[in-house]
């Protein structure tokens, strides 16, 4: 009897020794991407001339720190009456221009110059409407017991139209994006609403009375709109066992000097509301 427990205790020990063994996972690796984050928002009221681009280098999966990117050469041109827009290194990541002039349905082109190679872009700034109203309730969500914010804007007659929504609490370190578009709403009041359910795993708690959410209602080209639509599919989706497998997404970033090493990221030109709800 006192060999059989102590087999027993053996094999126990053999188990659980067994699962403390580390598994080193061979994640591909690749040459580091020019990472190019040019976000062009002109907050409704406002001049819009002041404008930040970000440069930063691609980094192993693994890897906890940003590299980012100083003596690079960035500018804006208006496509039709060439005037250019520097932008100024603060040897930091982050390019600035105080002088950006944004003019609605005009098109630009980004150039960026990094280590002998030039990178393009071009976009079109798209206006957007102003918001009409915003209310709470239970009624619009997946919960019909937890609180959430409705958006109602009036899209314009007679022409495609393209959203994103950007949600966030106050507090909550990361942002929710949506994206929309008005192709079987054309003309008509529009809405959308934001929802938190409680989740413990992640330790998020519905909305309460006293909440801060900030808003902000982009208006956005069709191609960044495709874009933006496959890129927070993906995200979205992680976790997601019959979610179809992710890949690089390209934007709209062109190396003309070498194009198989193409930037990531996207210039994108817009026309923003922002605005904040308190719940009840």
């Given at each position: 009897?006192?060999?059989?427990?102590?087999?027993?205790?053996?094999?126990?020990?053999?188990?659980?020794?067994?699962?403390?063994?580390?598994?080193?996972?061979?994640?591909?690796?690749?040459?580091?991407?020019?990472?190019?984050?040019?976000?062009?928002?002109?907050?409704?009221?406002?001049?819009?001339?002041?404008?930040?681009?970000?440069?930063?280098?691609?980094?192993?999966?693994?890897?906890?720190?940003?590299?980012?990117?100083?003596?690079?050469?960035?500018?804006?041109?208006?496509?039709?009456?060439?005037?250019?827009?520097?932008?100024?290194?603060?040897?930091?990541?982050?390019?600035?221009?105080?002088?950006?002039?944004?003019?609605?349905?005009?098109?630009?082109?980004?150039?960026?110059?990094?280590?002998?190679?030039?990178?393009?872009?071009?976009?079109?700034?798209?206006?957007?409407v102003d918001i009409a109203e915003i209310t709470q309730s239970t009624e619009g969500g997946f919960n019909s017991d937890a609180l959430e914010v409705n958006v109602y804007f009036n899209d314009p007659v007679d022409e495609e139209n393209f959203y994103?929504?950007?949600?966030?609490?106050?507090?909550?370190?990361?942002?929710?994006?949506?994206?929309?578009?008005?192709?079987?709403?054309?003309?008509?009041?529009?809405?959308?609403?934001?929802?938190?359910?409680?989740?413990?795993?992640?330790?998020?708690?519905?909305?309460?009375?006293?909440?801060?959410?900030?808003?902000?209602?982009?208006?956005?080209?069709?191609?960044?709109?495709?874009?933006?639509?496959?890129?927070?599919?993906?995200?979205?989706?992680?976790?997601?066992?019959?979610?179809?497998?992710?890949?690089?997404?390209?934007?709209?970033?062109?190396?003309?000097?070498?194009?198989?090493?193409?930037?990531?990221?996207?210039?994108?030109?817009?026309?923003?509301?922002?605005?904040?709800?308190?719940?009840?």
């Amino acid at each position: 009897m006192k060999t059989y427990f102590r087999s027993i205790i053996v094999l126990v020990t053999l188990v659980f020794t067994s699962c403390t063994d580390v598994v080193d996972v061979d994640v591909p690796t690749a040459a580091p991407k020019l990472v190019i984050e040019a976000s062009i928002d002109w907050e409704k009221g406002t001049l819009g001339n002041e404008q930040t681009i970000k440069l930063s280098k691609s980094t192993p999966y693994f890897e906890t720190t940003t590299s980012i990117v100083i003596g690079a050469s960035v500018k804006i041109t208006n496509d039709t009456d060439n005037t250019e827009f520097v932008f100024t290194d603060q040897n930091n990541g982050d390019y600035t221009t105080t002088s950006f002039i944004p003019v609605l349905n005009q098109s630009y082109t980004l150039e960026v110059v990094y280590e002998g190679e030039t990178y393009t872009a071009n976009e079109t700034l798209k206006s957007v409407v102003d918001i009409a109203e915003i209310t709470q309730s239970t009624e619009g969500g997946f919960n019909s017991d937890a609180l959430e914010v409705n958006v109602y804007f009036n899209d314009p007659v007679d022409e495609e139209n393209f959203y994103l929504f950007r949600f966030q609490e106050e507090g909550d370190l990361l942002p929710e994006l949506e994206d929309s578009s008005d192709e079987f709403t054309n003309g008509n009041l529009m809405t959308n609403f934001y929802e938190k359910e409680e989740d413990e795993d992640i330790n998020q708690e519905e909305f309460e009375a006293g909440d801060v959410v900030f808003i902000n209602l982009y208006g956005i080209s069709e191609q960044y709109y495709n874009y933006i639509s496959l890129l927070l599919e993906q995200y979205y989706s992680v976790g997601d066992p019959f979610s179809s497998t992710p890949v690089a997404l390209r934007g709209n970033c062109i190396n003309t000097t070498h194009p198989d090493n193409y930037g990531l990221g996207y210039f994108r030109l817009t026309e923003v509301v922002k605005t904040s709800y308190t719940f009840q």
